[in-house]
Each structure stands twice: as C-alpha cells, then as structure tokens.
C-alpha cells in the first residue's frame, strides 16, 4: 500500500512540478543572481514575529501589526521612488540610545573645554575619567 503511494506520489511531482517548464521557471531559483523573494519574505516574516515577542497575539492585534507593516511599507517605498537615497537603514534601539548618549557627552566635552584654557593632559584626564567610570555603558 505505502509502495503504490509513494509510486503515485512520484508520478504527480515528475508531471506536474518537474516536466512543467512554465512552473519550475517560477519557483526553480538555480542560477538566479538577483535578489531572491524568500530572502526579503523571512525578513519580513522576522521583523513580525519580533513585534509579537513570539507570542500568539489575538486577531485584532495581528491586523493592527499588519496594517502598520502595510503603512511603513507604503510610506518607505514613496519615499525611495521620491529620493532613492532619502531613508537609511532603520537603527536598532539600543543603537540610537547610545549614539544620543554619546553625542550628549561630545557636547559636554565641547563645552568644558571651550570654557577654560585646558591642556593636552587635562583632555586626557577628562577622556581617563569617562572611561574608568563607564559613563555611556552605566547609561543604557
């Protein structure tokens, strides 16, 4: 029995997913140097599982997480036909609050020194300082 299946199992996929030209050219990607639809699909497919913290959201929640990956979808691609260079890659959390973290300390460290005459070892004590105490990893 299990024999006679696999057999006719084997008859359906040689016929219809291996002598069809026409389907094999669509989901067949051997020698496809372009970009690959699978590739930006998980992407996508991470980005919405991220969002749901791996949970099972209710259906009301799962349309609203839809709807706003439509929306910044639309939105990026008006954007990237207006000015293909307008929108940089989206920044991770934690990257964005120590980029804030640091350019507050440049401008604390601008402003100390502009104040007073310093010399190249009071700028090397300030930089000892920051360092010894951890100001930025302290911080996030």
């Known amino acids: 029995m ?5 057999q006719e199992f084997c008859r359906y996929f040689t016929s219809y997913w291996l002598s069809m ?10 020698g496809n140097s372009g ?3 699978t590739s930006y699909v998980e992407g ?3 980005r919405l599982h991220s969002q749901m913290n791996g949970r099972h959201p209710s259906l009301a929640k799962l349309i609203r ?4 990956s439509q929306n910044t979808t639309k939105f990026r691609v008006c954007a990237l036909c207006t000015n293909p260079l307008a929108l940089p890659k989206p920044q991770k959390v934690e990257v964005i609050c120590r980029n804030t973290l640091v350019q507050a300390e440049m401008n604390m460290f601008y ?9 190249f070892q009071d700028i090397m004590n ?7 105490i951890g100001v930025l990893s302290q911080q996030l």
């Open 65 to 68: 997480l839809f709807q706003v």
């Open 44 to 46: 996508w497919h991470n």
């Open 21 to 30: 030209p026409l389907i094999r050219n669509i989901w067949g990607q051997f």
């Open 35 to 37: 970009p690959r639809t």
């Open 126 to 132: 300030y930089l000892d300082r920051i360092i010894a």
């Open 2 to 6: 299990i024999n006679a299946q696999m």
């Open 111 to 119: 402003q100390y020194f502009m104040s007073a005459q310093t010399s």
